[in-house]
């Protein structure tokens, strides 16, 4: 149980336009969502966190404008680059929770070439 | 703030011999502590994690960890390393607010296992 996917696992993509990221509970609802991009060789970094139904909130840095977040149900939630630049290239990896537990589980990642 | 440190980039260990992988964490209050793994081009994989109880945690593939309250630690240890143990490792804090409380990721440790 407790699995997470992430569509599609790797995309190429031309300087200007947007890439969607989708994540996805598949075996539960999940409350909570976090969004993370990991450069090479790099730790995880946060970019931001969405609550279903709501409005994401977004880690000191990130833009929210060029990185759209949508979480329209308990099993979806979407990372929307948009105007993506060779500098959004990276991986970019999703989590869940569930509400009153303490685990996070995570997706396998979406690498992000733009080209 | 909440914050986690993995003082080595790089471990190396020969095949059988014991290995140990160093994680530090500031928290406010009683943490969540995580271990994760992540291979090349792939997501978190979860190896274990210390809620409350036992100090020595044991996860998966033979890994293990200490909680020492008293040193703010929780390295991560294998009584005998495997090839197949080489990856990156992370480890990861989580403080006890809500469910939507934000993991916090260490740098993460490059574990290298020679034959």
């Known amino acids: 149980g407790a699995v997470v996917s992430q569509h599609p696992s790797w995309v190429i993509c031309k300087s200007g336009t947007s890439v969607k990221i989708e994540c996805r509970s598949l075996?539960?609802?999940?409350?909570?969502m976090f969004w993370y991009r990991q450069f090479p060789k790099q730790s995880l970094m946060l970019m931001a966190t969405s609550n279903e139904g709501s409005k994401a909130t977004y880690e000191q840095g990130v833009e929210k404008d060029k990185f759209l977040i949508n979480h329209a149900s308990l099993t979806l939630s979407t990372l929307t680059v948009t105007s993506a630049h060779p500098e959004d290239s990276s991986f970019y990896i999703c989590s869940a929770t569930v509400a009153r537990t303490y685990e996070q589980y995570f997706g396998p990642g979406t690498r992000l070439t733009v080209t | 703030a909440q914050s986690v440190a993995q003082p080595e980039d790089q471990v190396n260990v020969a095949e059988g011999n014991p290995l140990t992988v160093k994680c530090t964490y500031s928290v406010s209050g009683n943490p969540y502590l995580f271990w994760y793994v992540q291979y090349p081009n792939r997501g978190l994989q979860f190896l274990l994690k210390y809620i409350t109880g036992d100090n020595l945690v044991k996860g998966s593939y033979g890994f293990e960890a200490e909680f020492n309250k008293s040193q703010t630690s929780f390295h991560l240890k294998k009584p005998s390393a495997l090839v197949s143990d080489s990856a990156l490792y992370f480890c990861a804090v989580r403080d006890r607010g809500s469910s939507a409380s934000k993991i916090i990721f260490g740098s993460g440790t490059r574990l290298s296992i020679r034959p």
């Open positions: 075996d539960f609802q999940a409350t909570t």
